[in-house]
């Protein structure tokens, strides 16, 4: 994924960790298991694709529900984010799970007063058999300056760049053409 090396550490590993869960890096490259998991725990969450295509909040860390000033678990992660940027992160979301692999947002996360924070945010596929929804893990990783926030919740993100993950190739596929004329 192009500029992944200017990734907080944190998004890094879990980037890492989720390449390894779909089979991406090599058995030798996986991160121990637990590795950094005590610094990212409380900033993770959960979210499912509902049939209406709204991306609903299963599970939400302590950590975010401080930022956020609420537990949204139930409510749509989409609300969070302008109607302009809804549909990108609707077809983020889905390009990582049908790739397989995480993807990288970075955003600002804006208080009602206009007081914003950098973050990254990591989506990556999990595949919890019987596999019926589109499950995802995300970690909401600030990029520092959340004193800059002075307590006030975070109320909106609005999507800064995309980092998808590579696309999968579907075999090998070849162009043929064919400049014969008919007739000729």
């Known amino acids: 994924m192009i500029g ?3 990734f907080h550490p944190d998004t890094r590993a879990l980037l890492a960790y989720g390449r390894a869960l779909a089979g991406a890096t090599d058995p030798g490259s996986r991160p121990a298991p ?6 990212l725990v409380e900033r993770l969450f959960v979210m499912d694709r ?3 295509g709204a991306l609903r909040l299963r599970t939400f860390g302590v950590e ?7 537990d949204p678990r139930g409510q749509d992660f989409l609300q969070f984010w302008p109607a302009p ?7 983020f979301v889905s390009t990582v799970c049908q790739a397989g692999q995480p993807g990288v947002l970075r ?4 208080t ?9 945010i990591l989506i990556t596929p999990l595949r919890v058999p019987p596999v019926t929804v589109e499950r995802t893990l995300g970690l909401f990783q600030p990029l520092g300056g959340e004193t800059l926030l002075a307590g006030e919740p975070i109320c909106r993100i609005t999507l800064g760049t995309m980092h998808p993950p590579a696309t999968r190739r579907a075999g090998n596929l070849r162009l043929v053409v064919n400049n014969a004329r008919r007739g000729s």
């Open 112 to 120: 009602e007063s206009g007081k914003r924070l950098g973050a990254e």
């Open 34 to 39: 637990g590795a950094g998991a005590d610094r």
């Open 50 to 52: 509902q049939p209406s």
């Open 64 to 70: 975010l529900v401080n930022l956020f000033g609420d």
């Open 107 to 110: 955003a600002n996360a804006e």
């Open 4 to 6: 992944e090396e200017t």
């Open 85 to 91: 940027d809804q549909a990108l992160v609707s077809a």
